[in-house]
């Protein structure tokens, strides 16, 4: 078995305080028999449990939509352009060899778990598993770590399947991120893409929150030091020594990799050799350029332009007895590396684009005797671990990388030893075991604290015991909301704007769903009630012919059903009408900020006007509303009775004293008087709606009330104690 290369490897080998079984891909596909049984043994003892995939489902998913596509985007390299359609139906096949494999990892997964595991998912390959995971087992503790940077929201928003990948994410309890920036790009992308509400401790969905933090990874530092105490390595390090004497030595050691920046890195060299002949004897750059992807073209083409930068730059600055650039096409040994780290004075690591680079941690782990300087590149995680002792450059820019170069070597020993001091004690303060307690004491707590709040959120509603119920009560009230209760949710519109009445026609009860109350209003001793914000018109198109009470506008006006022999009473006011001449002034502000806003809407009903902004890009959205609540306060309704009420979307501006409890109160007062106080007492109550808090009293009514019917009725009693109260 080979160790593989890479800053996650290097990470995880020292983390060493759990019991840790890791689940992965062995590098090998064996076939069904006694080979693949020996093979999984052997690697069960090592406390490895493979997951076997097929060559196919190989190729398609780690080389195909995880590094052609994923690892692409989050590198900001764009995806692909194709010019046949076949080409396009690749990415279709990748997308279910992705989801396949990670289906493979889950069953993998749920035949080793025990109940208080902890799962700790590892990057882009696996950003579907926390979904598949918590399917089976809700309660699983479940983190995942992304070891790469993640884009901002306008390149990953280009991702075909963006929003199945970033829910199947949000399955996790606890997300996690090298930098601060990947994670608040992370929770822009959720809020500007799945409208998603993004807050300091991550996303929210519908009282469900995941957690998102950053927790920079490190290294073992220890495990460096010891390596450089054997007498195998002291021995290389004198031959090094004796090998390069009176040359300063700088050093780059990357996977052969276009975002790695070495073309820049030789570059800036050449450009430094030509502007200082005075050192063109007296530097080496040693690159260790380990290779990767072999068999894709664009690596061969990167491959090919390395060697010619450097066949170029040794020919021109060459001699027989010395030449300036040491390349090598391998990985070295651990040992070798450690050697070659103590022996260097400046580090060269200039990524284009990492989402750590450890590299920079390990150099600095080796130099205790050297305090070498290390040049590293404004696009690595690890510059805002590191910038404070290292020299941070843009790798695009070659002039000021050559400049850098002349500014190491040139550094004095003082600046040196204080910059190597400061970076020396963040590597060893901040360890890969570090990271990985810190990640797994956060998970643990973030699991503990959805718990809590699961206890505040009402649990299912038990089906059987509602029907039990609802078969021997006597007199029964169904209380149902309208909008996101019994009509479906309907998806953002493609178009720039969209008009209110566009976007309502697109909202429909479901056919299943209206022959169900249909039936259940015909039930004898069963009292129907729809009430909803809607206006009455769309209450009327939708339910005017069934035997059910509808309330309009948050109860401002309701509508008994027909009677007996199919009459049907005009709408009442429940109350006073409220005034409205505020409304006019209101609206203008309103259809102002909707042309403010793209994708924004305004509803005006008969008593209140509403701006929505649910469909508009949720930041810019939230940032309108702010100001459109300064204007509302300051303007048309600073002296008018009227209260705004703020939704998760949305701002509404209505009459003061308007509640959908105030408003159930008179309804079952005008119950009373239409069909009698016998027919309100009733022993079986369900009330169904949107879990919105604005509606909470609706709700909090049933625990019990006491109603005046009429002053020539006496007093009607109602205790609703034991209602079934149901959330959408």
């Known amino acids: 078995m080979q160790v593989s290369a890479g800053g996650l490897v290097s990470a995880l080998m020292g983390v060493s305080n759990f019991k840790t079984m890791w689940v992965g891909w062995p590098g090998v596909y064996v076939e069904e028999g006694p080979d693949r049984d020996a093979l999984t043994e052997a690697l069960a003892r090592e406390n490895y449990l493979p997951v076997y995939l097929d ?38 096949f990748q997308w279910k060899a992705h989801q396949e494999a990670n289906r493979k990892f889950a069953e993998a997964v749920f035949d080793d778990y025990e109940e208080g595991d902890v799962v700790w998912c590892q990057d882009y390959h696996l950003m579907l598993l926390p979904a598949l995971l918590k399917a089976r087992y809700p309660k699983m503790k479940v983190g995942w770590f992304l070891h790469t940077p993640f884009p901002s929201s306008e390149i990953y928003r280009t991702l075909p399947v963006r929003e199945e990948v970033l829910r199947a994410v949000l399955k996790a309890d606890l997300i996690g991120f090298h930098t601060y920036d990947y994670a608040r790009h992370f929770v822009s992308a959720c809020t500007r893409i799945l409208g998603l509400e993004g807050t300091p401790e991550g996303v929210e969905d519908n009282g469900s929150l995941t957690r998102v933090a950053a927790f920079p990874i490190g290294i073992d ?41 070495i073309p820049q890195k030789l570059l800036a060299f050449e450009e430094f050799l030509e502007e200082h002949p005075e050192w063109r004897d007296k530097v080496l750059l040693v690159q260790i350029a380990v290779p990767s992807r072999t068999d894709v073209p664009e690596y061969q083409k990167l491959r090919s332009m390395v060697h010619e930068i ?29 050697a070659l780290y103590a022996i260097t004075d400046v580090a060269l690591v200039t990524s284009l684009r990492d989402g750590m680079n450890l590299v920079s941690y390990e150099y600095v782990a080796c130099q205790s005797d050297n305090a070498g300087v290390l040049i590293l590149s404004e696009f690595t995680g690890a510059s805002q671990s590191l910038g404070a002792g290292a020299i941070l450059v843009n790798p695009w820019n070659i002039t000021d990388l050559s400049a850098a170069i002349g500014d190491a070597l040139t550094m004095t020993e003082a600046e040196r030893r204080e910059r190597h001091r400061q970076n020396h004690m963040h590597i060893t303060i901040h360890t890969s075991q570090t990271w990985a307690e810190t990640f797994i004491s956060e998970l643990n707590d973030t699991h503990v604290e959805a718990e809590l709040r699961t206890k505040h959120i009402p649990p299912q509603l038990e089906m059987d015991c509602v029907l039990r119920d609802f078969t021997r009560s006597k007199q029964r009230l169904l209380v ?82 027909p009677d007996e022999v199919g009459d049907q009473e005009d709408w009442a006011t429940m109350g006073e009408v409220p005034k409205k001449e505020w409304m006019e002034s209101v609206q203008l502000v309103f259809d102002y900020f909707c042309e403010r806003t793209p994708r924004s809407f305004v509803e005006a009903r008969e008593t209140s006007v509403i701006w929505n902004y649910k469909y508009a890009d949720v930041e810019f959205g939230r940032l309108q509303a702010r100001d459109l609540l300064q204007h509302l306060w300051t303007g048309p309704i600073s002296n008018a009775p009227v209260n705004i009420v703020q939704g998760s979307k949305s701002v509404e501006v209505r009459p003061v004293g308007i509640s959908k409890g105030l408003a159930m109160q008179r309804l079952l007062l005008a119950m009373a008087e239409r069909n009698g106080i016998e027919a309100c007492d009733f022993d079986f109550v369900m009330v169904a709606g949107h879990f919105l808090a604005r509606d909470e009293n609706i709700f909090t009514f049933f625990e019990g009330v006491q109603v005046k019917p009429a002053e020539n009725q006496g007093e009607l009693i109602l205790q609703y104690s034991g209602a079934w109260i149901a959330f959408s």
Not at 83 to 88: H, P, R, V
Not at 252 to 260: N, P, W
Not at 502 to 523: H, W
Not at 533 to 540: F, I, M, Q, V, W
Request: with cysteine.
């Open 55 to 92: 060559p196919r489902t190989v190729d398609l998913h780690y080389n195909g939509f995880c590094n052609s596509v994923l690892w692409q985007l989050f590198h900001y390299i764009p995806l692909n352009l194709e010019s046949k359609l076949s080409d396009t139906r690749t990415l279709n």
């Open 221 to 261: 530092p220890e495990r460096f030091q010891r390596a450089l105490e054997r007498v195998d390595v002291r021995s290389h390090i004198a031959e090094l020594l004796n090998r390069y004497a009176g040359r300063k030595v700088m050093l780059g050691v990357d996977r052969l990799d276009m975002i790695k920046g």
């Open 310 to 338: 450097v066949g170029r730059i040794n020919g021109h600055y060459g001699t027989l007895t010395h030449v300036p650039i040491h390349h090598l096409d391998r990985q070295l040994s651990f040992h070798e590396l450690c």
């Open 480 to 561: 149902l909301g309208y909008n996101a209760t019994l009509t479906t949710a309907v998806e953002a519109p493609r178009q720039p704007k969209r008009h209110f009445d566009q976007i309502q026609a697109m909202t429909r009860v479901a056919p299943t769903v209206y022959n169900s109350i249909a039936s259940l209003s015909n039930e004898p001793n069963t009292t129907v009630v729809v009430f909803s914000g809607s206006d009455k018109a769309r209450l009327d198109e939708t339910f005017g012919n069934l035997n059910v009470w509808l309330a309009a506008e948050n109860g401002i006006f309701m509508r008994p059903p």
